[in-house]
């Protein structure tokens, strides 16, 4: 590009984002930024656009792409409404630590302050949710905003950048060169505290690791592994960070989290030695603050973040290292135990109780979701990609599925609900040729149900399954637990699903039987990769069975207990 050419903003806009390897956006359209609208058309060779139905769908599908690739997901949307509707994937994306660009058409600088059609101010609207919230409001100034914006979405803690387009700086036009790339910069421990990880992994009798977070990479995966086998560290994964390490690993000792088995729940209760590898150890993980108690933990905690404001902030730690899944994977590969460690055996140990939880266990019904999903983890290929929504529902291939490694999994650690779908329409544009499914409750799913047409208009063959039990399940079993017997508020009246997709010219069957189920699945995902198109299977199931290991019925005869003792 001839850097005194004169370009209008949207060019230059565009232009930037492919010098950042951008090749794909997702949109709603809107007329606040034609200009990068028409600059997509003109380069729509090199950057495909995936227009969405609504914003939140778009949203998430750009989150999801930022966590299934690392790198961020570009997202544009109209201003006022468009914004709002978009909130849901910048919030996600936030608590979640993924990379994401939104960027929102703005009104133009001359009616600022006038409240004029749709105007809102961003930076009050997505100031604490993002790590940086912008206005660019000269045309010569957009390389320098985006260069910056990919900086500080993928750095630290990665995290989402708003950056608002007044009109006039769009349809304005510059002569200005372009940026290049920055490179990216790790955060690395420094060589004492590596030292004083090897002095506690000396002390210890019981550690225990838990892996999760953002910005991980294969080659950073691999060499956890590594220091996992030589310490023979039992090893679980955060909250929804399932792909942070190989679940058929002989070290993986479970998903750490709501609904975790009661032996992986003591076994980090218990350990003496508490190993946080660029997790925040939140709310989910640590079932409400209960196993790892705040201020001051029972475990000596060693915790490993990116981003130092983390460190500190819920737990004192006996070692805080601010480093990222980089700097602190090669840093550990100079470790290695000087004897046979005391705890010889552990990670063997943790490894067969968490092999015993792969068993489905029974439920009411007909229709058994615990061997649905074991039954798929039998099916599915290794690189099989699963998205999910939030519900009880993801309580079940969270236990059954197993996964191995980045790209595999995508859900929202903030139990944000509809990501399910758009997130397998991101899934299935960045991996073609894997195979993509779609875990949603019938609440969840009709969040972004209209996603369909994405998903058709872009012939996607996606399988998504829907589990129908009529009711807002997770809510439920809390309504049951806190008022048992009081149950208000909570059932779904709900559209055949399996002709809902047909009429988006996909494929739709329903099951209410546990051994109908595969052959069902094995129609979908054929049609889905010989057509192109989705497929849906509609799983009936009996609201009873509300989790792997207990019953809408026993946690209101408990409720009822406490209530009358």
Not at 90 to 112: C, E, K, N, R
Not at 208 to 228: H, P, Q, S
Not at 366 to 376: G, K, M, Q, R, Y
Not at 453 to 462: E, R
Request: with cysteine.
């Amino acid at each position: 590009m001839n850097p005194s050419a004169v370009r209008s903003g949207g060019e230059i806009l565009v232009r930037q984002l492919m010098i950042n390897g951008v090749r794909r956006v997702f949109m709603v359209a809107g007329e606040s930024f034609l200009p990068c609208i028409d600059s997509l058309y003109a380069h729509r060779d090199e950057i495909s656009t995936v227009s969405f139905r609504q914003e939140g769908g778009a949203a998430y599908a750009a989150e999801a792409h930022g966590k299934l690739t690392g790198e961020p997901g570009i997202c544009f949307v109209t201003r006022g409404p468009g914004a709002t509707n978009a909130s849901i994937g910048v919030h996600t994306a936030y608590q979640d630590g993924t990379p994401m660009i939104l960027f929102v058409g703005q009104i133009g600088s001359d009616t600022v302050e006038r409240d004029c059609f749709q105007e809102v101010d961003y930076r009050r609207m997505f100031g604490s949710m993002s790590k940086w919230v912008a206005s660019i409001d000269r045309t010569d100034r957009i390389p320098e905003y985006i260069a910056r914006a990919f900086q500080v979405a993928r750095s630290g803690r990665p995290g989402p950048v708003v950056l608002a387009l007044p009109e006039d700086v769009l349809w304005g036009q510059a002569s200005v060169p372009d940026v290049l790339p920055g490179a990216r910069a790790h955060a690395h421990p420094a060589p004492a505290e590596i030292t004083r990880l090897a002095e506690l992994l000396a002390q210890a009798e019981r550690p225990f690791m838990i892996v999760g977070g953002a910005g991980w990479t294969d080659e950073a995966l691999a060499k956890m592994r590594g220091f996992a086998e030589r310490f023979d560290l039992p090893v679980g994964v955060s909250w929804r960070r399932l792909e942070c390490f190989d679940n058929r690993h002989p070290n993986f000792a479970g998903h750490v989290g709501y609904g975790m088995d009661r032996k992986l729940a003591k076994r980090m209760e218990d350990s003496d030695l508490l190993l946080a590898v660029c997790t925040r150890l939140d709310e989910p993980t640590t079932e409400g603050y209960v196993h790892v108690t705040s201020p001051v933990p029972r475990q000596t905690l060693v915790h490993i973040h990116p981003d130092p404001n983390e460190l500190g902030r819920v737990y004192r730690a006996e070692l805080a290292m601010v480093a990222d899944p980089t700097g602190f994977s090669t840093a550990v590969t100079s470790l290695s135990p000087k004897a046979t460690p005391r705890w010889a055996g552990a990670a063997r140990t943790a490894n067969g109780e968490y092999q015993a939880t792969l068993k489905p266990g029974p439920m009411p019904g007909e229709t058994n979701l615990a061997e649905i999903s074991a039954s798929l983890r039998d099916r599915l290929p290794k690189d099989a990609c699963i998205t999910l929504g939030a519900g009880n529902f993801a309580l079940f291939p969270h236990r059954f599925l197993q996964f191995s490694g980045l790209g595999t999994q995508a859900s929202p650690v903030c139990g944000a609900m509809g990501y399910g779908l758009p997130g397998a329409i991101a899934a299935k544009l960045a991996f073609p040729e894997r195979v993509v499914i779609c875990y949603a409750g019938d609440g969840c799913f009709q969040m972004t149900m209209q996603e369909l047409g994405t998903a058709a208009q872009s012939k996607l063959g996606i399988v998504i399954l829907v589990f129908n039990n009529g009711m807002w399940g997770t809510i439920r079993q809390h309504q049951e637990r806190e008022y048992p017997a009081r149950v208000f508020g909570l059932s779904l009246t709900n559209p055949d699903f399996a002709t809902l997709v047909r009429a988006y010219g996909g494929h739709g069957e329903t099951v209410a039987q546990t051994p109908d189920f595969m052959p069902a699945f094995e129609r979908a995902l054929a049609f889905a990769e010989r057509e192109s198109m989705p497929a849906l299977i509609e799983v009936q199931y009996d609201p009873n069975g509300i989790t792997p290991d207990t019953t809408l019925a026993a946690v209101r005869d408990a409720a009822l207990a406490r209530a009358s003792a």
